[in-house]
């Protein structure tokens, strides 16, 4: 059984923050978007028991993007690599976002912080996969027990069981690859976690950049204010549902209405070195192509509270 993580965002530093945003709004929710891989967490039913069970029960929750991560907003961006973002349906419903964010190392982004939040947090399962360019899943025939659940949930029937030649298989499911459309619900839909999704599709620097974009377009017309948490700061996300270690000591927390400033300071007050946890991986890349498409400015001025 695999340990879960220990260093996420507390239920007792958040709630705070959300009942001082309540008192002013009756319709405050905590709010996130189903994952793209195979999780408690890629339907919006178990995804809001991981959130009651781990201590979030001080609000109602709503997961954007729909029970399977279907639901979808488009949104028009002049970034330089999309035109459009997908993001959770029921973004439509706010005019505020208060992003609090967990900064982190991250393997593939090279850090988590507000641009990541918003950006990978708020695409909707589809958005997800063009984040990560991911459009061919596939079937690991030796781990699929042809259950045919994945047939059941696809929305454009691109999934059929079919025999095998593999030894000791007799059939497994097949992705028709002309017709996936790329909803990416078939991920999470999979008991077996057969289904995989080719994660490096999109090299690392242009993943930073695409969810760059992807946060442009969720806070498009928002207002929006950005809290940092460089507490517990570990070298992988809190995703990684393993126990880690901080790899420095805590720092404080950041507040900016400005999402590329704070995740800049974030990162200078913990040393980018930090996070360089591959020497290929340069984690100020979404910083700088946020600054590049107008989303922030990288220059800031701290100010102790
Ligand atoms: S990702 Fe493709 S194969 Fe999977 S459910 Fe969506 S359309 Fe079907
Ligand atoms: S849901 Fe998974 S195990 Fe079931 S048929 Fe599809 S790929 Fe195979």
Known sequence: MRKKSNTHLKPEWIEPIYSSVAEKSKDCVLMDCTVLYNSPRA?????????????????????????RGREEMMIKVDGKIFDEVRVGGAL???????VVSHMTGHLGAGYGGA?????????????KMEMHKAFRLKIRRRECIACEKCVEDCPVDAIKIKSSRIPGISESANIDQDRCVGCGGCVGTCPEGAIKIPWTAAPRKELQRRIA?????????????????????????????EKQRPMTDDIGVL???????????????????TFQLRELIDPEIQIKH??????GERKYELTEL
């Open 43 to 67: 339907l919006a039913s178990s995804h809001i028991k991981v959130a009651r069970d781990n201590g979030f029960n001080f609000a109602p929750i709503v997961i954007a993007d729909g029970e």
């Open 92 to 98: 439509e419903d706010y005019d505020s976002l208060l």
């Open 115 to 127: 641009l990541k939040n918003v950006g990978m947090g708020l695409g909707n399962k589809a958005g």
């Open 213 to 241: 974009e992807y946060a442009k377009g969720a806070l498009k017309d928002k207002n929006a204010l950005f809290i940092n948490f460089l507490l517990n700061i570990t070298k992988k996300c809190d995703c990684v549902n």
């Open 255 to 273: 507040i900016s209405n400005d999402p590329v400033a704070v995740d800049q300071a974030s990162l200078d007050l913990i040393g980018k070195r």
């Open 290 to 295: 946020g600054e590049k498409i107008g989303l």
